[in-house]
């Protein structure tokens, strides 16, 4: 049983594979890397992400043996993706900018050496900015990542120290200023609805991102998720009324700046979209290496998803064996449309009709019914040509993607 938001997906359900064709040509290829430690582990956060090793000799090590699993790990995915360009690669974490430039030129040499890269692929890393000096993103700009993201959450020293960062305001500001120098595409993270904030002090938090005229900007809902310190401590947050106003003012402010708010919570530039985050939403193939990366990849049979073993211990004991996947499953025919609606309905602009077909391998029809109730809700724009959410549908985007999960199967 899978479970979501309040709907669980009975692995059960019918599989009507026979409806089933292998696209034309496979979806575009992205690669994801997972770098798992950060200085500490922030109150709020459910990624996996683990606090690095105390001294700083011993996370050296551990760097340098997960850099080389993640190489076997990548040398033994190879067939998966045999002959396939990548267009974009990921390093996520976790607070991959803890790795030297040194560590990253190795990584991402080892990346060019074993898998064809495009021309023009986008390579990004997240970085902290309580982890960065400026010759350190000099580096990672030489190593050849072209694309910055930072972790800025708020400028306010108040917020920032409630939400157990390990940067205030003004390095905060450096750090995003350091990004403008060293590359000409860059991200700020900024989290709102933070505990006790009213709309001003979100819209002073966006001011201050602005002023650093980022290209990119990814505004998140503070979210409280299970198994974090803040879920067993709950912080005071703004309520739903509150939230939605200051999700609303921000929308306006961000699209005065220029920005177009392309997904839920991504907003760029024009021609600053993120190529990476793009494949997701459009159901794109994607290989995942690193601790506890999920993959996705589109094959003659079917679309089969990967998970790494998780625990960074875990993941370095498995590279001894080089078994690193710890759960591989083929997706039921019967899942493919949820799965591609959960990610296509979060763009704002929708996605072209013709698209679930070529990443799907199932004919729109598949979806036709859970299409028009949507419809007659007011969720989804009556567009033939385009599956695209409506200001409604996007208000209550989890009602919506529910729609599209698959029948259970009548025992
Ligand atoms: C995986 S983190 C990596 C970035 C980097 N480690 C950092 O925190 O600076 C990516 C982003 O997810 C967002 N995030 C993490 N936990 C969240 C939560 N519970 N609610 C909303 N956004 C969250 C934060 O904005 C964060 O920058
Ligand atoms: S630094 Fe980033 S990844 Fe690490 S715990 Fe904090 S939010 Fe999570």
Request: with cysteine; net charge negative; hydrophobic share 40%.
């Amino acid at each position: 049983m899978v479970t979501f938001g309040s709907h669980s997906i009975d692995i059960r359900t019918a599989d009507k594979s026979a409806a089933w064709r292998a696209p034309s040509q496979p979806p575009p290829l992205s690669l994801y890397v997972h770098f798992p430690w950060c200085a500490r582990k922030c109150p709020y956060c459910d990624f996996n992400s683990h606090a690095q090793a105390d001294g700083e000799l011993e996370a050296a090590q551990l760097r340098s043996r997960y850099l080389q699993a993640l190489r076997e790990d990548l040398e033994s995915a190879l067939p998966a993706v045999w002959g396939r360009t990548v267009r974009s690669v990921f390093i996520g974490g976790g607070t991959p900018s803890l790795m030297t430039g040194e560590e990253v030129d190795g990584l991402l040499c080892d990346i060019r050496a074993l898998l064809p890269l495009a021309p023009d692929c986008e390579i990004t890393l997240e970085a902290n900015p309580g982890t960065m000096e400026a010759q350190r993103f000099r580096d990672f700009r030489a190593a050849g990542v072209n694309r910055l993201s930072l972790g800025i959450q708020s400028f306010d020293d108040d917020q920032l120290t409630r939400l157990g960062r390990i940067h205030d305001g003004r390095q905060a500001v450096r750090a995003a200023e350091q990004a403008g120098q060293h590359f000409e595409r860059f991200n700020l993270d900024l989290m709102w609805a933070l505990p006790g904030q009213t709309v001003d002090q979100a819209l002073e938090d966006l001011q201050r991102a602005l002023e650093l005229t980022p290209p990119h900007l990814s505004l998140y809902q503070l979210t409280i998720e299970p198994n974090t310190v803040f879920a067993k401590f709950p912080p005071p947050l703004p309520d739903e009324d509150l939230a939605f106003e200051m999700q609303q003012r921000l929308q306006e402010r961000a699209s005065r700046a220029g920005f177009g708010h392309y997904e839920v919570s991504a907003y760029a530039q024009p021609g600053q979209t993120c190529v990476h985050n793009l494949n997701y939403w459009t159901f794109g193939d994607y290989l995942g290496i690193g601790a506890g990366a999920h993959s996705k990849l589109t094959g003659a049979d079917g679309v089969v998803r990967q998970e790494r073993f998780s625990r960074p211990e875990s993941y370095l004991n498995a590279a001894g064996a080089r078994r690193f996947i710890s759960r591989e499953h083929r997706v039921p025919a019967s899942e493919l449309p949820f799965e591609f609606m959960l990610n296509a309905l979060r763009l704002t602009e929708g996605v072209p009709a013709a698209l679930f077909a070529e990443r799907t391998g199932l004919g729109l029809s598949a979806i036709s019914r859970p299409l028009d109730a949507a419809e007659a809700r007011g969720l989804i724009e009556a567009d033939p040509t385009r599956i695209r959410a409506t200001p409604l549908g996007l208000r209550f985007l989890s009602d919506l993607q529910s729609l599209f999960l698959p029948e259970p199967v009548t025992p």
